[in-house]
């Protein structure tokens, strides 16, 4: 908590300035922002790294900062040098890449923020002891919404503005301070502050402090908004009974028991924890998952959801805002459908194309995962609901998951799957975490006091809450102990219900202490009155369709990757007017995948294929109703568009033989809880395809499938797309890109292995439904380690059939110029690309770091940019490298630490397609 009392021991010259008469003997808590009128120089922040310390602000706030495309922010190097968190609003920027933009740095705990929102905006909520502070700064644009922003994300937090026009928003007032307004405090007060330059001047600086109103609410004092939510927690916290804590810390299946009835207050979807009406605690309803809000079963007549596309169809966009976007749409439903948590935040990595569960997460790379995966929690938490995080960890297999044993090292999964989670951690904030089924080095992910306790709450300091998944559950006491906070579901999925009268037991027995209990119930606690679930509870109203639409299709958009084109056959040209459209019930719909993740009752009905196997858990297999074959009629309404199911080869071949272009279209269901036997496409469809192909040359394969699959028939197939399980505007969207009225931009987020035998594990037993031989019940992670995906191939020096980042376009990209800027753990890379194609179109900037020979990782992709031109726009762009992905982990020291050494960057098109290098020399770091 910051007060002025503090403030007036400081250096003799700052308290002189800070000691104005009005403040008395007793001062009243206060909310400090030091304004810089002018951005200080470079040479300036030395003295400011002393000076910061000294006056103690909560917030600095810069205006009119320019930083140029490949600069690092000298800024930014003071905030990593005092340990403040460093953010850069951009107003605007020019072709040169020279952004204008506002600078915030703090040194509270950010709470939450705006994920990738619309450039010109940036959102804190700051926690200041006691209070918490939502912090807006607002680079002009679209004034209604800005406020619409502000009353979201506000819920009754006394708030500052740093604007950079004139305008004024209605609630707030002038501080004093230029550009700066605030509401909800009671007094402002600006002062000049003796801050000096390089030289000894002073530099134009001023101290505001924005005093905290005395709190309002008094029966219920933690229901007064303007506490930080920590202080709720411990308000309320204060008054429940043993018995009201222990209700906090187990869900009831929200489904109910063996086809029982709900729960009472349930509203039916995965987890149910009921209120404390006597406190005012709110309801717990948690609901699947990552691809929008499910409805098993229609257990809850009446309510529908967005489909969204598969995970690594997000993750291909390779754009954190279409992922930010995709998780606020599924955020919304679910509220919409009085949900405040959504199970959803998948980012175990891809090790095998095998995984069953590939389709929820976002490929093999810790950084692109992390990325995309972390601006999709942000955007669910915008939305008044909790993300939960998951499966932690290494539940990267789902074959005898609940039993199998994960061997890795403690650096290796540090340097890949934990780095996954952390980077999500840092960039979207989870409430929650779900803690996995499997075991790591033996012990299971639920009572794995490494992983929970140690790693995530201590190191990475963790303030939310970790849940169990559904019947992952093995103990009472020592989970609790090991840091889980809530069973999930455990009368239905577990052994017994730990988190009920054994956990009491071990609590009365002293064997858990009542501090571990009370901070259990302080984390979920804390965690509901972050994210609104207090003062902004879910209200039962319908969804958008339309929203949520546009979202999704711009997602399979931007998230299908076409890997070939050779001939330029893609998109159909307009003399293309006889087409045959073969297979994959694209008549009908598009393919989701199975388990507790999909979306089966959307806007346009249930399932489009009813009785394709199995029709059972995992199932059903479920095809959305949204025809490729309608949508494509609809982009080409002047050809004549004919469908054949496929079943029959020959007949697909003679259709084909007598159209322009023949489309196949390929699909392999895959579902949670069973891995995949084979990378094979399922049936016959490997026969189908080369039956078309030999009958038409001008043959297209649009793949649907969790992942990469074997490919035997490519160098007869000219063009191949890849739409990974597209969801609810799958149709249009492939339809879209065929025609050509959207170009792909879609980049690979996974190595396309050419066949199982590329693997780490050639061969795993007992993967699939009916497996011939015993199923395993030990992955050994250790043979790759870290290097997974294109580290292994580049280790290995093997050649997948597409690289992981690969993916074309209409149009042609050109990159020149590459300059590197290195001081201590920050790297930033800028180049100039262009468009030097004839349409407009996106590319991916991808920027790896080759590293010196003998390192056990080969290369590591730190940083990417995906970027839209018009034919013949260039521009330069930037591109920053996430300090972790330089360094390694050093599991003596608990730290990340980047090796002195000479390496290379490589601008690339993807892993193995380097562009333009440059080398650079690191010098020994550690990262901050
Ligand atoms: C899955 C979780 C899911 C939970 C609740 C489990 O089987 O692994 O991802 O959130 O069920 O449905």
């Known amino acids: 908590m910051k007060t002025f009392t503090k403030s007036l021991s400081l250096s003799a010259a700052l308290a002189m300035a800070l000691a104005a008469p009005a403040f008395s003997a007793e001062p009243a808590p206060a909310f400090t922002v030091l304004g810089l009128m002018r951005p200080p120089a470079a040479a300036d922040m030395q003295g400011l790294a002393a000076q910061l310390p000294a006056v103690d602000v909560d917030l600095v706030s810069v205006a009119g900062v320019t930083r140029a495309v490949g600069d690092i922010d000298p800024l930014q190097s003071l905030a990593d040098q005092v340990g403040y968190a460093y953010r850069f609003v951009t107003a605007s920027e020019d072709a040169q890449g020279t952004a204008t933009g506002h600078v915030l740095l703090t040194r509270l705990p950010v709470q939450a923020e705006d994920g990738p929102g619309p450039a010109g905006r940036g959102y804190l909520r700051l926690a200041d002891g006691r209070h918490g502070v939502a912090v807006y700064a607002d680079a002009g644009g679209d004034a209604a919404a800005l406020a619409s922003r502000v009353e979201r994300s506000r819920l009754g937090a006394p708030a500052v503005l740093l604007r950079a026009g004139s305008r004024a928003l209605a609630g707030f007032e002038a501080t004093g301070m230029a550009g700066v307004d605030s509401a909800g405090f009671v007094t402002r007060r600006d002062t000049p502050l003796p801050l000096r330059d390089a030289a000894g001047k002073p530099l134009q600086a001023r101290l505001l402090s924005l005093e905290y109103a005395p709190s309002g609410a008094q029966d219920r004092p933690w229901m007064d908004a303007t506490l930080a939510a920590d202080e709720r927690a411990r308000l309320l916290l204060a008054q429940m009974t043993q018995d ?388 494509l009629r609809r982009e080409r309404p002047d050809a004549d568009i004919q469908y054949v199911d496929g079943r029959d080869a020959k007949t697909a071949a003679r259709a084909a033989a007598a159209a322009d272009v023949a489309i196949v279209f390929a699909t392999q269901w895959s579902a949670e809880s069973v891995d995949l036997p084979d990378m094979q496409l399922p049936g016959r469809q490997d026969a189908l395809i080369t039956a078309v192909a030999a009958a038409n040359p001008k043959t297209v394969v649009v793949l649907q499938t969790n992942g990469p699959v074997r490919t035997p028939w490519l160098q007869q197939v000219p063009a191949l797309l890849q739409a990974w399980y597209p969801g609810i505007r799958g149709g249009e969207g492939i339809a879209a890109l065929l025609a050509g009225r959207v170009n792909p931009s879609g980049r690979l987020p996974v190595t396309w292995v050419a066949d199982e035998s590329q693997l780490p594990r050639p061969h795993v037993p007992g993967l699939g439904f009916q497996p011939k031989e015993a199923a395993v019940d030990t992955f050994d992670f250790d043979i790759e380690g870290a290097n997974v995906g294109y580290k292994w191939m580049a280790a290995k020096g093997l050649t997948p059939t597409f690289a992981f980042g690969h993916g074309l376009s209409y149009t042609r990209f050109a990159y020149d110029n590459l300059q590197v800027s290195v001081e201590g753990q920050r790297l930033v890379a800028s180049v100039d690309i262009r468009n030097s194609g004839d349409r407009p179109g996106a590319d991916v900037a991808q ?53 002195a050494g000479r390496y290379q960057l490589q601008l690339g098109r993807s892993a193995s397609e380097p562009v333009q290098t440059v080398d650079v020399q690191l010098a020994e770091t550690v990262v901050r």
């Open 244 to 631: 009201e804590k222990f209700q906090m810390l187990r869900s009831y299946f929200g489904l109910g028991k063996d086809g029982g009835p709900l729960p009472e207050g349930a509203v039916g979807s995965a987890g149910f924890v009921p209120g404390v009406p006597r406190l005012g605690i709110p309801s717990q309803q948690s609901a699947d998952a990552g691809v929008g809000v499910t409805n098993p079963g229609g257990i809850r007549p009446g309510d529908h959801a967005t489909a969204m596309p598969s995970g690594p169809s997000t993750a291909s966009t390779w754009n954190p805002q279409v992922a930010w976007e995709g998780g606020a749409t599924m955020g919304r439903e679910a509220w919409q459908q009085r949900f405040n948590i959504l199970l959803g935040g998948s980012v175990n990595l891809q090790r095998d194309p095998r995984n069953g569960r590939n389709f929820e997460y976002a490929g093999e790379d810790p950084l692109l995962a992390g990325s995309i995966v972390g601006a999709s929690i942000g955007g669910i938490q915008s939305q008044h609901v909790i993300s939960t995080m998951k499966h932690y960890a290494l539940n990267d297999m789902e074959t005898r998951r609940n039993f199998h044993d994960v061997r890795i090292s403690e650096q290796a999964m540090h340097e890949s799957d934990l780095l996954a989670f952390e980077i999500a951690i840092e960039q979207g904030r989870p409430g929650s975490t779900m803690c996995a089924y499997n075991r790591i080095n033996g012990v299971y992910a639920c009572e794995h006091a490494y992983l929970m306790d140690q790693v995530l709450k201590q190191e990475w300091k963790f303030p939310g809450f970790v849940m169990s998944d559904w019947g992952g559950v093995h103990s009472g006491s020592k989970a609790a102990l090991a840091g889980l906070d809530q069973q999930s579901a455990g009368e239905v999925f577990d052994a017994t219900t730990f988190f009920d009268e054994p956990l009491r037991m071990a609590v009365g027995a002293g064997v858990v202490p009542q501090a571990r209990l009370d901070d259990m119930v302080s984390r979920i606690l804390r965690t509901m009155f972050l994210h609104g679930n207090f003062d902004r509870p879910p209200v039962h109203e319908a969804i958008d369709d339309d929203a949520g639409f546009a979202v999704a299709q711009r997602t399979v958009e931007e998230g299908s990757v076409l890997l070939r084109n050779e001939g330029g056959l893609l998109p159909l040209a307009d003399t293309v007017r006889r087409i045959v459209v073969v297979g994959g019930h694209a008549d009908k719909g598009v393919i989701g995948g199975g388990g507790s993740s999909m979306v089966g009752v959307t806007a346009r009905g249930t399932n489009a294929v009813p009785g394709v196997m199995p029709v059972t858990w995992p199932g059903p297999v479920i095809f959305h109703p949204s025809s490729p074959l309608e949508a």
């Open 847 to 899: 920027l790896y770091l080759k590293l010196p020979e003998g390192s056990t990782t080969p290369i590591r992709l730190v940083g990417f940019n995906k970027v839209a031109l018009q034919p013949g726009e260039q521009r330069r762009i930037r591109i920053e490298a996430e300090p972790k992905t330089l360094a390694s982990f050093d599991t003596t020291a608990r730290q990340w630490k980047i090796a």
